[in-house]
């Protein structure tokens, strides 16, 4: 299997640890091979986080995670029991004490440590600010989806992807469908003319939304947000950038990841209407129109008590493919279920990084994961004002949804909870 957007370096032999910190251009660390242990910082102590760190343990055997950061205390110290319980974490978990940080500055010092590689897994708000720490401090990294939650913070991931390349960093996204294989198969299939022209994608995705974490006595405003993060815009991005974010991104997959002229549609919230819900959607719909007038129509919806679905479908001149049941249609009558191996995509998506760093060659997905958010956030800034918004309109945006000051809050800031959007008369600056 072949990651994206991959860079080859000159084979390398074993090098030492401080050879390594100087190798490569600049004062970038080259690619890690050989035998050599791979210190792992993880930025994010919370579920997804601990899957990552799993998955890494498991993509490679020289692998061990050294330190560990959150915002919160509780989470940073009880990420790492809970990896020394698992049979692969039970000897490769070396996180002293030391190691152990907690605060909104607590990924300063995983950058300032002798890690080889980051995982980023806190709230997307803080992706834009951590991948450029990781960037700049010489740290290869994986970075969980989305990338950002506003125009602002996509441009900064851009430029960090471009410092990433400039240094022969990897910079790995965990938008994991294009490191599944059946997908990349079927994908390379629709590329290579298998339904003809593509004339038309849709994609949807319902189901009955996550867990909720309700206010505790005491907790500020900024504290109760961050442990509820997944309902504010500033730390999620809503609910469609958040997760159905994979669903636009394999139809970005599938359009060659050419970028889409603009996008309209509606959406509200109907079920998450309590005050633990903060102010994000449960459901959304948009047609997002490309230069050549192909359109591609997107719907999602998180509501308890609706019909699951998760599907992306491309429609062209000779048939039809659904590559979320593998299912091959053709106009002349023929059907084959296309599912031929079994793959863990969030475990092959950390099997090819490794690999490839092993190998000396260094993937960058900066663009892609960048381009799929941003299509995520015209999809909801669509739906939050009732108006068309254009690519150009929503890439170069001012309008932080995440504080300005983000780099330099700390868990005494005080801040405001927000207002839910109301179609038509929500603006955006």
């Known amino acids: 299997m072949q990651a994206p957007e991959t860079s080859t370096l000159p084979r390398r032999s074993i090098l030492t640890a401080s050879a390594l910190a100087t190798a490569s251009l600049g004062c970038a660390r080259s690619a890690i ?36 950061a959150d915002v919160f205390e509780d989470k940073a110290k009880g990420l790492v029991p809970r990896i020394k319980a698992t049979p692969v974490g039970k000897d490769r978990t070396d996180v002293t004490s ?16 002798d890690v080889d590689v980051v995982i980023l897994a806190t709230p997307p708000g803080f992706r834009p600010l951590h991948i450029e720490a990781a960037i700049n401090a010489d740290k290869h990294v994986f970075a969980e989806k989305p990338v950002a939650v506003d125009g602002p913070g996509i441009r900064r991931v851009l430029a960090s ?31 290579d ?5 593509v004339l038309g994608v849709e994609c949807g995705r319902y189901n009955g ?14 504290e109760y947000e961050l442990r509820n993060w997944y309902y504010f815009t500033w730390l999620s991005g809503d609910f469609n950038v958040e997760q159905f974010v994979h669903e636009i991104d394999r139809c970005a997959w599938l359009k ?28 959304m719909a948009v047609t997002f129109e490309y230069e050549n007038g192909l359109r591609l129509h997107a719907n999602a919806a998180q509501q308890k008590g609706i019909s699951s679905r998760n599907e992306v479908v491309a429609f062209g001149s000779k048939g039809q493919v659904n590559l979320g049941r593998f299912i091959v249609q053709m106009q002349d009558g023929r059907m084959e279920r296309y599912h031929k191996k079994a793959t863990q995509m969030h475990q092959a998506e950390q099997d090819v990084m490794y690999a490839s760093l092993r190998k000396g060659e260094i993937i960058n997905n900066g663009t892609y994961m960048a381009h799929s958010t941003l299509m995520g956030i015209m999809m909801r800034d669509a739906c939050y004002t009732g108006k068309m918004i254009t690519w150009d309109k929503a890439l ?34």
């Open 33 to 68: 091979v050989g035998s050599e242990t791979i210190k792992i910082g993880l930025v994010g102590c919370g579920g997804r986080g601990a899957g990552a760190v799993i998955n890494t343990l498991n993509a490679d055997k020289g692998t061990k995670l050294y330190a560990v």
């Open 98 to 113: 030391e190691r152990i940080f907690h605060g909104l500055d607590a990924y300063k010092k995983i950058m300032e440590s």
């Open 161 to 191: 992807a471009k410092k990433a390349k400039e240094k022969n960093l990897a910079l790995v996204s965990g938008l994991c469908w294009r490191y599944e294989q059946n997908t990349q198969e079927l994908v390379s299939k629709i590329h």
């Open 193 to 197: 003319g298998m339904i003809g022209d």
């Open 209 to 222: 939304g996550v867990w909720v974490r309700p206010r505790q006595p005491d907790q500020s405003e900024l």
């Open 256 to 283: 060659k990841d050419e970028t889409p002229v603009r996008c309209w549609g509606c959406g509200g919230r109907e079920q998450r209407d309590g005050p633990n819900h903060g102010h994000i959607f449960d459901h």
């Open 396 to 429: 170069n945006s001012d309008y932080h949804y995440a504080p300005a000051d983000l780099d330099t809050m700390t868990l005494d800031t005080e801040i405001k909870a927000p207002k839910v959007a109301m179609p038509g008369v929500t603006t955006l600056g």
